[in-house]
Structure formats: structure tokens, C-alpha cells
């Protein structure tokens, strides 16, 4: 019988909002969480992929040293999959994201991505990813985006935003810093047939500093979309789109004024639950 790699951990309810973003992208079919006397949470993980999980654990280690991060291998019990029972298929806006096995459920009238959850890194459930395919399909309905733009997807992770855009008719790049994420994005760009993306390791200084791209987005945490703001403002042609998400609300007045600060005029901020996306259209030259 196969095994699943189990991690747990416990943090502070003052850590959980950011702890919930990093799963989030991490973890796809979700994970446990239990509540202590000492107002705690006691975090449980189970994954397939055992190299990622691995990374997982040293990774919640090193953001989260006071967290007892441990690891246990164990036998893969027919529960372990069990949620594969309650995934939904998710819209966005006009996009719809389905696994592989729910393609006959699949709505009419919809642009289909096929993630693969166990694969993590994203599935357009968590609302950061879902504000951002959103704001793409009203730009696109809106006329905003066309085939003959490009793209720059910072943090690209499951590749489904970059996937998205490439189903606009749109070329582009996408980086991200976790290698196991771009053996997971290469994976979905497979199962959807779309064509132009390229991919690479690293953050937004990895690819040539004279490229520019008509629409940036970058799904990341607030404190690097903040102090990556003269690398992502850099990435921005003239009259350009950019898309900001992993951002709380009480989190977005400071990512905003980072970029506003950089050159940018105010954003247009879209929420869901206690998440915010922030959205420039028709970003001017930006002073370097």
C-alpha cells in the first residue's frame, strides 16, 4: 500500500490569515485544522507527493521556527483520498476549473482549466486566485486584453493564471521561485494544450531587465509584492495592465501606496471575504 507524508504544525491565530495563503497555494484539496485552549491552531497536512511535501516542511520550519513543525510517513488509508468525493468544479468569472476526472461536468460556455489538485500550488479555490481570473475575464470582456499582448505572471505556481491568459490568445512568461512548482505548472500547460508560455526558476529579476509585458500579475504575499515593487513596476510597458492579489484588506492600503509611491496612480481594489486584488489599467511610463 502506498503512504502519505502527514505534516503538523501549530501556530497563533495572529499567524493563521498568513498561513492559510501559504497552504493555500501549497495544499489544493486542503488540510486540518484544530483549534487549542491557548487560542492556537493545530495545522494537519496530508500529500501524496512526498518530495513536495518534504519542501513543505522545511520551508513551515523556517518561516515558522517556534512552530514544531513535524513529518511522519503513513499508510495511505482509503480516506486519503476521499476528498476527490466533494471537489467542485470552480468559476471565476467566465472560467471554469476542473480536475481531470470531473471533464464530463464541464459547463457550456466556459473556458476550461484542468488542474490536477494533488499537485497543489493552486486550483482557483482559494479567493486570491479566484479575484484575479476574475479581474482577467472583465478585462477581457471589456475588451481590455487581446492576442497580441504579452504577459509576466510573477509567482506563476500552478501556471492556472498564466494558463488563463494563454487561453485569451495571449503569450507570455511565467516564474516562480520553488522549482517544484514550474515540474507542476509544466504539468498543466500539458493538460490544457495551450501554447506560449515559457517558464522559468526564480522571482521577477530571473528573465532579461529590458523585457516588458502588457499585463503583469503577481498572486504573491503582501510583504514581497511590496518590496518587489521597483522589479515589478520595471516589467510594465507603456499603457499597461497590472493585477496584485495575496493581499488582506487591512494589507492592501500598504501594498497600494508602495506602488503609488513607485509612480502608479490609485488602484481599482476588488475584495472577497477578507482578501483584496488590486487592478491598474492603463499604467502610464513608469519613472526608473
Not at 497543489?120 to 484575479?132: M, R
Not at 521561485?177 to 505548472?185: E, G, L, M, T, Y
Request: contains cysteine; charged residues 25%; negative net charge.
Amino acid at each position: 500500500m502506498s503512504k502519505l507524508l502527514r505534516i503538523q504544525f501549530t501556530l497563533s491565530e495572529i499567524e493563521s490569515d498568513e498561513c492559510q495563503v501559504y497552504l493555500g497555494a501549497r495544499v489544493a484539496h486542503g488540510w486540518e485544522e484544530k483549534p487549542l485552549d491557548d487560542d492556537s491552531i493545530f495545522y494537519t497536512v496530508h500529500l501524496e507527493d512526498h518530495p513536495l511535501g518534504m519542501e513543505i516542511v522545511e520551508e513551515i520550519k523556517k518561516r515558522w521556527p517556534e512552530a514544531g513543525c513535524i513529518s511522519a510517513e503513513i499508510e495511505a488509508e482509503n480516506w486519503g483520498l476521499a476528498w476527490k468525493d466533494y471537489f467542485e468544479p470552480v468559476t471565476c468569472g467566465n472560467f471554469e476549473i476542473l480536475p481531470p476526472w470531473m471533464l464530463d461536468k464541464k459547463t457550456e460556455g466556459k473556458t476550461h482549466i484542468i488542474i490536477e489538485p494533488k499537485m497543489a500550488f493552486g486550483t482557483g479555490g482559494h479567493p486570491t486566485t479566484a479575484l484575479c481570473l476574475e479581474i482577467i475575464s472583465n478585462l477581457a470582456s471589456e475588451g481590455k486584453i487581446n492576442s497580441q499582448m504579452d504577459f509576466f505572471d510573477l509567482g506563476t505556481g500552478s501556471a492556472i493564471l498564466a494558463i488563463a491568459l494563454a487561453n485569451l490568445g495571449m503569450k507570455g512568461v511565467g516564474v516562480d521561485i520553488d522549482p517544484q512548482s514550474i515540474v507542476c505548472a509544466l504539468e498543466n500547460i500539458e493538460n490544457n494544450n495551450v501554447q506560449g508560455i515559457t517558464l522559468a526558476v526564480g522571482s521577477a529579476d530571473c528573465i532579461d531587465a529590458d523585457l516588458k509585458y502588457d499585463l503583469v500579475v503577481a498572486n504573491i504575499l503582501s510583504g514581497p509584492l511590496i518590496e518587489l515593487c521597483p522589479e515589478v513596476t520595471a516589467r510594465l510597458k507603456e499603457n499597461s495592465i497590472l493585477i496584485l492579489s495575496g493581499i488582506l484588506i487591512e494589507q492592501s492600503k500598504k501594498v497600494a501606496e508602495a506602488y503609488i509611491e513607485a509612480g502608479l496612480p490609485a488602484p481599482e481594489i476588488f475584495t472577497q471575504g477578507e482578501w483584496a486584488g488590486l487592478l491598474w489599467k492603463n499604467v502610464g511610463a513608469v519613472d526608473e
